[in-house]
């Protein structure tokens, strides 16, 4: 199913994202499938094919920037988000600010598919409670992440496939339900 209108970046807004991109380095870093922007821009349509809005694939887009629990490398220092909130909006940085700060060792396992999960930002150590729809879309993104991961490094599929999966099942009320389709379909098969 290919996105609507709705459910997409402008055509500018996504040249803009991948010039920002490649300028710091992005088609250089070595991911699971490739180069970190091939992932990148395979989570970003993930989302789009959920009918994700163009903040959360701004998001996708970005997700690695400030690096993440599980991704060190960095395009961007946390002293330059005002950069990232010029190219894609508040709202979008935000979201990758929550992602790239997630200390997922403390976080994950309070997870329980209500909203009521309490962060730790693994940059600051501060604990807070995002807002629901924050949370929603931290777990939108998650699932888009994880999933393409797993699809581009069978080993990584064979070895956290099953914990992901019961993760993301608990979190399973806080995604949408094109998500949840994916990740049964990916995931429950794995043994």
């Not at 402008?10 to 499938?33: C, K, M, N, V, Y």
């Not at 976080?107 to 807002?131: I, L, Q």
């Amino acid at each position: 199913m290919a996105p609507d209108r709705q459910h997409r970046l402008s055509e500018e807004t996504q040249a803009a994202i991948e010039e920002f991109l490649r300028g710091h380095g992005a088609d250089q870093l070595p991911h699971p499938g490739g180069t970190l922007l091939a992932h990148l821009l395979r989570v970003q349509g993930l989302l789009a094919v959920w009918e994700a809005g163009p903040a959360l694939q701004a998001a996708g887009l970005c997700h690695a920037a400030y690096g993440t629990d599980g991704f060190a490398p960095t395009l961007l220092p946390l002293t330059e988000r005002a950069t990232l909130v010029a190219l894609i909006g508040e709202p979008a940085e935000a979201l990758v600010y929550l992602y790239a700060g997630c200390d997922r060792a403390t976080v994950y396992p309070r997870v329980d598919g209500t909203t009521a999960v309490t962060f730790r930002d693994r940059f600051t150590g501060r604990e807070h409670h995002p807002s629901p729809a924050a949370l929603r879309a931290f777990f939108e993104l998650t699932a888009a992440n994880e999933l393409d991961v797993l699809t581009h490094n069978a080993e990584l599929a064979k070895q956290h496939g099953p914990g992901l999966y019961g993760f993301l099942k608990r979190a399973g009320p806080l995604l949408s339900p094109a998500a949840r389709d994916a990740v049964e379909r990916q995931l429950a098969p794995l043994p």
